[in-house]
């Protein structure tokens, strides 16, 4: 008798489960996928370098696309950017003094005036700092010193012009009126050479993004109601919806883990994947030969 009901337990829940993956596999999955760009470790032009513990997984990276097409990958332990074409081709670099600076994460350019914002660490101030490099000429022309008390720091493109900052409290005190948002850049910056974190982080400072039609992120797009974005529980999936909310697409990510007899895995670093402004989707993963970037186009999104 207890092996009858035993197996009829694991009947129900193996039905159960069969038909959560049903409901689960029922979204549209009408995606294209390519490897857009293969890159070797290694030191020459257009490769990414392993620290010397680093293993292949833990790979520390960031990437962003601009207005164009083009993509740009960050390589954390060499202190330089890799600019690629929209095709995959390698472009140029951009080093930056390793004594001056440590790549640190998000980025995103502002294409209008030709501008790459970076995420860096300020190693003659010791702390961290947003360094605004000018993609003509290839050099920093400025970086601010984001001030004590600031936390995780990303950016927000609008597309329709103007760079903003994601800014938190690196503390959260109980009793405090700081909150957490979007400052316009121009403000961010001003407020930094002024070193007032109160006024960035401030009611009046934060921006209500709500009404915007466009806008990039690190991790989702905005594009004329249309969006889509990294599911934040699960982080293996994009999630492509319409205007009304309805989810149209969603594209599964590489998300193996190494080890388990996949030649590939993905790259845990937070910001291993990007958007365009045609709602494609990019993610970084790694490989013993050296580093990819695969590409997912949505068929049709409404």
Known sequence: MVSYFRYLIVGLVVSFAFVVCAQQDSTPESYTKKVLIEAKWGNELGEFQLGPFEEVRGFSSSMTVDKEGSIYIADIYTCKINVFSPNGNFLYDIQLSNTEFSVRGAMTVDSKVQILY??????????????????????????????????????????????????????????SDLIQGFVPLEKYTAEVNNKNA???LSKSAIVDTGAFT????????????????????????????????????????????????????????SNNIAFDYHLNCYQIVGSDEGLKVIKYTPVEVK
Do not use: H
């Open 198 to 200: 109160d006024a960035i």
């Open 118 to 175: 970076l995420m860096v660490r300020d190693n003659k101030k010791a702390r961290p700092a947003i360094a605004e490099i000018n993609l003509k000429t290839k050099k920093v022309v400025n970086s601010y010193a984001i001030p004590a008390g600031i936390g995780a720091i990303n950016f927000y493109n609008n597309m329709d012009g103007g760079i903003y900052v994601w800014s938190r409290p690196a503390l959260r005190p109980q009793t």
């Open 214 to 269: 466009k806008g990039l992120w690190a991790r989702g797009i905005l594009l004329n109601g249309l969006k889509a974005y990294v599911d934040g529980v699960e982080q293996k999936r994009v999630i492509y919806q319409n205007g009304k909310g309805q989810t149209k697409c969603t594209v599964y990510l590489l998300s193996s883990i190494w080890g388990s007899g996949e030649k590939e895995t993905y790259i845990t670093s």
